[in-house]
């Protein structure tokens, strides 16, 4: 089992939602983030001042997949979150010991 | 003799002058952060019941009452006494002298209201109650008392002010420098960021003022007649035009046009009109509004070069548009317009001019000094702003033990 966790730009969310149900992802955790990469920031300006804003607002999504299905997930993910402009985001990877279904009490895959 | 007309529009004016200070809370509680939200409309809110009481026992009588000098109001009239439900001779003849009285202190109230822009996200909420009680006695009542009340000396002068524009605008933008001057500024001033937190809030505060604006405005003319549809009218092509000259020239300076600065701009053009509502045509309201919205934008600007944490723009709205405002009447006055005003510059008077000069200065003098030292007394007494903790947690919590939002 892996843990994907992407951080992509707001609007592009519907999209990357869509691609992961046609591989039959079986779910994901989505929250309203906000931070800086790379990109920095952006200026907001009130009565003519402008404020730096360090963090930006971001979508951090989470699912959770069998081991076989992360390079397609993750290629989904690439492919529709991309906009070719700074700030498109990031995906990390990484490993998941367990997982428990609470309400049948299934655990590892079939959790999932 | 009473007229019914006109005692209907007065009090129904009343009302609407009434309803913008929780509109000006609204406008200010958008423009601050989530923390002091609450403290922001407080600070305005309970000045409509504080200064209500201080009117009704003696403010009133001192803003109003038998002339002493030139300078004030006696306090025959304390508690009301003697203003009842016939007119009185000297004010608004056609209407009860009470619902003259209610109209005055709906004045009376937004006024300090609107200093309290200045200070807001760092007052301390029981030295702010002290400092209304003394600003509503001894800044405002003596200037109202010179410009509007019976045997008053700016009146006699042949100031021309309408609705208000030395009174409520200038005296509160002066007030308000004086303010910033003496209150420190507040933590992080320069290095962290002062962000509205919720400018659809404030855009309704702004709909609220407009509207209620006609009230003071047109009210102004204490009878429902030509003079009020004119004022109603000039006051609106201000707002209007100043909305679009100050949106343009953000536009221009900084490429985006914001709903803060179209907000802002329609508030200046209120306050610019509001000394010549009366005594000008559309057309030169639409100067009036337009030069507004663009010096107004200036004088905020000017702020961050000065230095100083007014934090919601007093100064530059309301002391630069005032100050503009009455300087305009002297200029585009007409008795074309209102035969019991007088011309301006324009209309081969120039002597008007240089008397809306001497009352703006004297406002400006008066206020300023007088608020200074009553800001300086209370400061040393009891203190300004709340402490450094209580900054940083918000006023919200630490001065009224509640929260605006709760998530």
Redesign the interface.
């Known amino acids: 089992m892996k843990k994907i966790e992407a951080i992509i730009k707001p609007f592009k969310l519907d999209e990357v939602k869509e691609g992961l149900m046609e591989i039959d992802v079986k779910g994901m955790t989505v929250t309203e983030v906000k931070g800086f990469g790379r990109q920095k920031g952006h200026t907001e300006i009130y009565r003519g001042a402008e404020y730096r804003v360090d963090f930006v607002p971001k979508i951090k999504i989470e699912v959770i997949v069998p081991a076989e299905l992360v390079s397609q997930a993750v290629k989904i993910i690439e492919e529709r979150a991309k906009t070719g402009q700074i700030g498109d985001g990031k995906i990390f990877v990484s490993s998941l010991e367990e997982a428990i279904r609470i309400r049948t009490g299934e655990s590892g895959k079939e959790a999932i | 003799m009473i007229n019914g007309g006109d005692t209907a529009f007065i009090l129904f004016s009343s009302a609407l002058v009434m309803f913008m200070t929780p509109g000006l809370a609204l406008f200010y509680g958008g423009m601050v952060r989530s923390k002091n939200v609450l403290a922001t409309i407080m600070q305005s809110f309970i000045i409509i019941g504080l200064v209500t009481v201080i009117w009704v026992l003696w403010g009133y009588s001192l803003a109003f009452g038998p002339d002493v000098g030139g300078i004030v109001g006696s306090l025959s009239w304390f508690g009301l006494r003697g203003v009842g439900l016939s007119p009185s001779p000297d004010y608004a003849t056609t209407i009860p002298h009470q619902a003259f009285m209610i109209f005055q202190c709906m004045f009376a109230v937004i006024t300090p209201a609107l200093i309290t822009g200045a200070f807001a996200e760092r007052m301390k909420f029981s030295s702010l109650m002290v400092f209304i009680v003394l600003w509503s006695t001894l800044v405002y009542a003596p200037l109202a008392h010179w410009v509007w009340g019976s045997g008053g000396w700016l009146g006699k002068l042949g100031a021309l002010d309408f609705a208000g524009g030395t009174v409520v605008h200038i005296s509160s933008g002066v007030s308000a420098l004086a303010a910033v001057l003496i209150i420190a500024k507040r933590k992080g001033y320069g290095r962290e960021?002062f962000?509205?937190h919720n400018l659809p809030m404030t855009i309704t505060g702004t709909a609220i003022l407009w509207f209620g604006w006609f009230g003071f405005n047109a009210g102004s003319a204490l009878a429902s007649d030509g003079l009020a549809a004119g004022a109603f009218v000039t006051t609106h092509v201000a707002a209007a035009t100043a909305s679009l000259t100050w949106l343009f020239a953000?536009w221009i300076?900084?490429d985006?046009p914001?709903t803060?600065?179209a907000a802002?701009g329609a508030v200046a053009g209120l306050v610019a009109i509001t000394p010549a509502a009366g005594f000008v045509s559309p057309i030169s309201a639409l100067i009036i509004g337009g030069l507004a919205g663009i010096i107004c934008?200036m004088g905020?600007?000017a702020k961050?070069k000065l230095g100083y944490d007014d934090s919601l723009?007093v100064v530059g709205i309301h002391g630069v548009g005032g100050t503009w405002g009455a300087l305009a009447t002297g200029l585009f006055a007409s008795t074309a317009v209102n035969p019991g005003g007088a011309d301006g510059l324009f209309y081969g008077n120039p002597g008007q001019l240089w008397i809306q000069f001497l009352s703006v200065v004297a406002t400006i003098v008066f206020a300023f000094v007088m608020t200074f030292i009553i800001l300086k007394l209370l400061d040393a007494i009891m203190g300004l702003k709340v402490s450094d903790e209580e900054e940083v947690r918000g006023l919200d919590i630490t001065q009224h033990s509640e929260a605006g939002y709760s998530l």
Do not use: A, N
């Open positions: 960021q962000i509205p953000e300076l900084h985006k914001t803060l600065g802002s934008y905020v600007l961050s723009d």
